[in-house]
């Protein structure tokens, strides 16, 4: 079993639907991570969680220390947010990745 | 968010040559810095992690003498790829950070081995 488990691993969307992905992990963490990463391979930082929610624009993350988990939410979903989610756990001074979750938003 | 760059974006090199990648960090002080393979459709793969002014330290599998990497600023490190062959053609990625503060991601390199 993975350290870090994601789902779904693949979804679809229409544009204007509200998104989650979860992440389940295994491991004793100091920090979660959830990254962007675009056809063309580069990979953007959204999120390092600790604790509690984070908001930026219209992505929300969430973690729950005790149940091991954490939530990415997109709101008004654009096609422009397709890309592979990918969440990530600093343990205990390196990243251990997710499998990623590919998100395909249709006009 | 901090900025970290990659230089060249893709290389293409024949078999049996070495290639040098960089890795900057543009806004902050790189005190740790990690390079990353990846293949298609796969997750990112750790290669081995550098702290400014010591050696890397190298994931099991990873062969030191062939993926030279060399962390001798609080801003640069780079990745060098020696005696290249076509199994080494992958997406190569650099990350850095400062402190324990958040990790930040180069945009990738890809190298293709012909």
């Known amino acids: 079993k993975n350290e870090v488990e994601q789902s779904p691993q693949n979804l679809t969307a229409q544009e204007g639907e509200f998104i989650t992905i979860n992440c389940s992990y295994s491991?004793?963490?100091?920090?979660l991570h959830w990254l962007q990463q675009h056809p063309g391979g580069g990979i953007v930082s959204l999120f390092m969680l600790s604790s509690g929610k984070k908001k930026h624009g219209r992505l929300i993350a969430t973690i729950n220390i005790q149940e091991k988990h954490s939530s990415l939410h997109i709101t008004a979903s654009h096609p422009r947010d397709s890309a592979v989610y990918i969440c990530a756990v600093r343990s205990p001074d390196k990243l251990i990745f997710g499998t990623g979750t590919r998100l395909q938003v249709f006009p | 968010g901090a900025v970290v760059s990659q230089h060249p974006s893709w290389v293409i090199c024949k078999s049996g040559t070495s290639v040098k990648i960089e890795c900057r960090s543009l806004?902050?002080?790189?005190?740790?810095m990690f390079w990353y393979r990846q293949f298609p459709k796969q997750s990112l793969m750790l290669m081995a992690t550098?702290?400014?002014?010591?050696?890397?330290?190298?994931e099991q599998g990873v062969e030191k003498d062939k993926f030279l990497i060399n962390h001798a600023s609080l801003t640069l490190s780079t990745l060098t790829v020696t005696s290249a062959h076509p199994e080494d053609s992958s997406f190569y990625i650099c990350?850095?950070?400062?402190?324990?503060?958040?990790?930040?991601f180069g945009p990738g390199t890809r190298l293709t081995v012909t």
């Open positions: 491991v004793g963490i100091s920090a």
């Open positions: 990350s850095a950070r400062e402190g324990a503060r958040e990790q930040y």
């Open positions: 550098s702290n400014e002014g010591s050696k890397a330290t190298y």
């Open positions: 806004d902050f002080q790189a005190t740790t």
